[in-house]
């Protein structure tokens, strides 16, 4: 009796300290999402993953702005084209057409990485400035660093997702994003894909 109840005095404790940690964590994962280090003045490419407010855009604007000499906008769904896209960064596409890849496979942020790995190593890109919203950076980032572990990363959060920070945000979806981001962390997406629901026409990550 007594060792079992030591046993389930350790498990208790062990689990205690499992939560604790958990729970450090993902206050550390709302405070630090929206921070990023300075970005370069120019890199070799831009990289967008789709489905948030503002990405696109952003990402247009940095090419225009020659941050970068290509852009990937990667995981547009449907037939979403770059004369239709452009138009809403205040941009006129023909400039711009033969540097902009409209990249249609991915539906998963894991996809995302996959996608921009065969784009960067195809154009000899060393360097990438990388968009997407302010909370989802740093699942982007851990899966980006995987499938590019020799290629120099630099976040920029969506504009709209600057602006506005992670305070704002619903704590759920913070939650949410944070799990995902420990199972990217530790490689799970590679054996369980993480899908997340489309919330626009131009592509599934948030």
Known sequence: MTRRRGAARALAIGLCAVLLAVGLGFASFVQNA???APAPAHADGIVAFTGGADRVETALRLLADRRGDKLLLSGVGGGAELADLAPRAGIDPLPFASRVTLGRTATTTRGNAEETAAWARANDLHSLLVVTAAYHMPRALAELGRALPDVALYALPAVSAERAGTASLPLRLMAEEYMKYLAARIGLTAVFPL???????LGHTG
């Open 34 to 36: 929206g921070r990023t």
């Open 195 to 201: 899908r997340d629901a489309p919330p626009s026409h």
